[in-house]
């Protein structure tokens, strides 16, 4: 089994007569205990009921498991089978009983119930880790480091192979280079509210955010407990997009600015007119010409200055 569970060889079923008789259940789960004593009159059932709620109540992470819808009478015998809420081989605990065999195979004796099992198996021919109903892709896996797979059955499946699962990378590419190939990929984890505040353990059994409920004080705490994971893994999105833009995009951006202005600045070397020495050109030639005009007017004024004197 992947969750604990209570297993009495030979278990008695609660009768009326156990009850009135005054047993007393005592059940003990991560350092909370209950100490519950029947009460002369109550029915089976009643008696249940006050069970389960002096669990709920206390705190501990025990379910009793109850047929539904009941199959019997209010009155009827019934078997009590306790299970605990999570799951794997970190989690047990223990219970004890006046009558032998009802809840533990000695009388007032605690029976320690079995650990879980730990899901196990491997993503992609990798190694991965098991914990409760979680597969994790081991540390070093050349492409599964890091993925979790949820197994949602309570028992292992026939065979051991439940099936197979197909991943799919959906990441937004960025072209950061003038070469090809040279991108960066970018993925954004769900931050729908069913896939937020997941795991956060609570009494109430809110899988995320889009459960919960504040009918009451303990549904009310339990709702804080997972708005804040949901919060965190928020703002741990938004660190991780605000990581990617700046140590990716931003980088690349400013790289590719500076080598903008570097070819501006190139091609301004090659291609703009050196001022400076065509202005000197101009003003040579300019004095070049005003200095030939110059002797070709002195050279036409003596040539009249001849004819004066022939004449």
């Given amino acids: 089994m992947l969750q604990p ?36 009159g109550k029915s ?25 819808p009941p199959a019997t009478t209010g009155g009827a015998p019934q078997a009590i089978t306790l299970r605990h809420k999570e799951f794997g081989s970190e989690h047990t ?28 198996g491997e993503i992609n021919g990798e190694q991965a880790i098991g914990r409760g109903q979680i597969l994790t892709g081991d ?30 990378q959906n990441s937004l590419t960025f072209q950061v280079g003038a070469e090809a190939n040279q991108f960066s ?21 809110f899988d995320s955010l889009a459960q919960i ?10 709702s804080i407990r997972v708005i804040d994971k949901a919060i965190q893994e928020v703002n741990s999105r938004r660190g991780e997009m605000g990581a990617f ?3 990716n995009l931003e980088s690349n951006l400013n790289y590719l600015r500076i ?18 020495e065509e202005m000197a050109t101009f003003t040579r030639n300019q004095i070049m010409m005003e200095a030939s005009t110059s002797m070709l007017a002195q050279a036409n004024q003596n040539s009249m200055t001849v004819l004066k004197l022939i004449g």
Avoid: C, W
């Fill in 185 to 205: 990929e970018y993925s954004l984890g769900s931050i729908k509210t069913n896939d937020l505040g997941r795991g956060e353990e609570n009494s109430s059994n």
């Fill in 245 to 247: 833009q700046k140590n």
């Fill in 213 to 222: 409920s504040v009918l009451n004080s303990e549904q009310a705490q339990d």
């Fill in 139 to 168: 540390i070093g896996a050349d492409t599964v480091e890091g993925i979790k797979i949820r197994y949602t059955g309570e028992t292992p499946p026939p065979g051991g192979n439940a099936g197979t699962v197909t991943f799919s």
């Fill in 259 to 276: 080598a903008h202005e570097n070819s501006v600045s190139s091609e301004s070397v090659i291609r703009d007119a050196d001022m400076a």
């Fill in 44 to 68: 089976v059932e009643q008696t249940l009921n006050n069970l389960e709620s002096a669990i709920d109540e206390a705190g501990l992470n025990i379910d009793l498991m109850r047929p539904f």
């Fill in 93 to 120: 605990f223990q219970a004890a009983s006046n009558t032998a065999g009802l809840v533990s195979s000695v009388s007032n004796i605690n029976e320690l119930v079995a650990n879980g099992t730990d899901v196990s």
């Fill in 5 to 40: 569970v209570l297993r009495i060889v030979e278990q008695l079923a609660l009768t009326q007569g156990t009850i009135d008789a005054g047993e007393q259940i005592t059940i003990s789960e991560g350092g909370r205990t209950v100490n519950f004593l029947t009460e002369k």
